[in-house]
């Protein structure tokens, strides 16, 4: 069940009493959209009417009447009932200003959605008594709701594992960080996997560890010293038939 969502505005009206200072008071007239369902369908429009921060008088288009909340309130809502226009022209905000707003928003911004970009990096390395901390950060998504979870070898992981709250940017994007403390194991797979709105499936995004110095080195020293070895044995072949060459022109100038 999704949650209920709102579409509201706000009039409000400040009065203040100056004694040396100013103490404010708000009169204030609050119209809200209340709705769940995606085709509109459980609609209700309030026009609420509050003092301060108390609620005293509130048209609710399911009861189809206002209701009073304090004695002040009681008097107003059983003037405004006795008025057939005002009351009919409350009952059609649902249609006239409920809906057409709610569909601008859920064209515009509720049913968008925006891919994050994922990143896993290496926050500490490990060795044989300290575990490696790894870090899944998901950026610029939208809208907010989204999980990221770990898996070792396709199974989800439940310890060790610790995430920030979904952080707003402040330009409607947000952003989310997960870490995993883990001892690396031979041929163990680990990956962070993201669920959200903007994929079809949940995306798997594999760690692939950097490899340690002596294997970036070895292959390139291995090549380095073959290479070597190759040209000596050309150098030394070379040299090997130009000396037969020689020694066959001298001896038949001999005879």
């Given at each position: 069940m999704s949650l209920p969502k709102l579409w509201s505005l706000h009039h409000i009206l400040l009065l203040s009493v100056f004694t040396g200072a100013a103490n404010g008071y708000y009169n204030y007239?609050?119209?809200?959209?209340?709705?769940?369902s995606s085709d509109f369908s459980d609609m209700v429009f309030l026009d609420s009417y509050y003092f301060n921060k108390y609620l005293y008088v509130q048209f609710n288009s399911t009861v189809g009447r206002f209701v009073g909340f304090t004695e002040f309130g009681v008097k107003f809502a059983?003037?405004?009932?006795?008025?057939?226009?005002?009351?009919?022209?409350?009952?059609?905000e649902v249609d006239t200003f409920c809906k057409p707003n709610a569909e601008l928003y859920k064209t515009a911004i509720h049913d968008k959605a925006v891919a994050p970009v994922v990143k896993l990096?290496?926050?500490k390395q490990g060795d044989s008594r300290h575990p490696s901390l790894l870090m899944c950060s998901a950026y610029d998504f939208?809208?907010?709701?989204?999980?990221?979870?770990?898996?070792?070898?396709g199974a989800v992981v439940t310890s060790d594992v610790t995430s920030t709250e979904k952080m707003a940017n402040g330009d409607w994007y947000h952003q989310i960080h997960t870490e995993l403390e883990y001892t690396p194991k031979a041929g163990?797979?680990?990956?962070?996997?993201?669920?959200?709105?903007?994929?079809?499936k949940p995306m798997i995004y594999d760690w692939n560890p950097p490899l340690p110095e002596f294997e970036w080195n070895g292959p390139l020293l291995f090549t380095a010293g073959a290479a070597g070895l190759m040209l000596g044995i050309i150098t030394a072949a070379a040299g090997f038939i130009y000396y037969k060459s020689t020694s066959t022109d001298e001896i038949l100038v001999l005879h």
């Open positions: 007239r609050w119209p809200q959209c209340i709705y769940s059983e003037i405004w009932n006795k008025d057939p226009a005002i009351i009919q022209q409350l009952k059609a990096s290496l926050v939208y809208p907010e709701k989204i999980k990221v979870s770990w898996l070792r070898d163990e797979k680990i990956s962070c996997m993201v669920e959200h709105a903007s994929f079809k």
